[in-house]
């Protein structure tokens, strides 16, 4: 089955203690982004990948790192959480000649 | 810096009226937009996706189109159903290659189709 995959999906942390979220996509696609939601916020992007090796910031990139050694992984750090990161991330992909997104389950992320 | 916004933000409609979602960018150089579900603590799912070339795409009951001159895009679901409940999003993709991978997204439309 054709999917997004993302790991965990629920996580209670402390502030300051490092964490990554996974990100796999079994498609062969090319483009991969991480997103954020928040109540009266919607959707912002943080950070999204053309291809392996190739990545850039989308509107919110403060606090946290990406990096996309595989075609299918595209993992979030964030190397010292605070409660302002406590959200609902999600991942998505696409092959590089539609971009039509097709998006993970979500991770409900809370920092204490 | 392109804005999308979405109106009206919740919309409530009895079962078998068509719904009509709307959507506004500001800036009319953009790559293509898609139209998402979203169902309460879900993921994204896509509807419907039209590239910048194209006026409109229709998958059964559901018509987009696109006009981006004016910056906007319509959802139309033709003679709803309970199921349709959900929120509705719209995303569109920057169209100059200084911003190739970005997306904005609108903040949603909330509807709820009642029996």
């Known amino acids: 089955e054709a999917q997004v995959t993302q790991n965990p999906r629920y996580l209670i942390t402390v502030t300051g203690k490092k964490l990554t979220v996974t990100c796999s996509q079994n498609?062969?696609?090319?483009?991969m982004s991480w997103y954020r939601q928040d109540p009266g916020l919607g959707l912002r992007q943080i950070y999204y990948?053309?291809?392996?090796?190739?990545?850039d910031k989308g509107d919110v990139p403060e606090g946290y790192k990406v990096s996309r050694k595989e075609k299918r992984n595209f993992p979030l750090i964030l190397e010292s959480p605070s409660p302002n990161q406590t959200s609902l991330y999600f991942c998505?992909?696409?092959?590089?000649?539609?971009?039509?997104?097709?998006f993970g389950p979500g991770t409900r992320l809370t920092v204490t | 810096k392109q804005e999308v916004t979405q109106i009206p933000a919740a919309l409530s409609v009895p079962e078998g009226e068509n719904l009509v979602l709307n959507c506004s960018f500001t800036?009319?150089?953009?790559?293509?937009l898609q139209w998402f579900r979203q169902d309460p603590g879900k993921g994204l799912t896509s509807l419907l996706l039209?590239?910048?070339?194209?006026r409109e795409q229709t998958s059964g009951r559901l018509n987009a189109s696109l006009d981006k001159s004016s910056g906007r895009s319509t959802l139309y679901i033709a003679a709803s159903q309970p199921g349709d409940s959900a929120t509705y999003l719209c995303?569109?993709?920057?169209?100059?290659?200084?911003?190739?991978?970005?997306?904005?997204f609108g903040a949603g439309t909330q509807v709820v189709v009642t029996p």
């Open positions: 998505a992909s696409s092959f590089a000649g539609s971009y039509e997104q097709y």
């Open positions: 498609m062969n696609h090319e483009y």
């Open positions: 990948s053309m291809n392996v090796e190739v990545t």
């Open positions: 800036d009319s150089a953009i790559y293509n």
């Open positions: 039209i590239q910048s070339s194209q």
């Open positions: 995303a569109v993709r920057a169209g100059t290659t200084d911003s190739w991978g970005k997306f904005q």
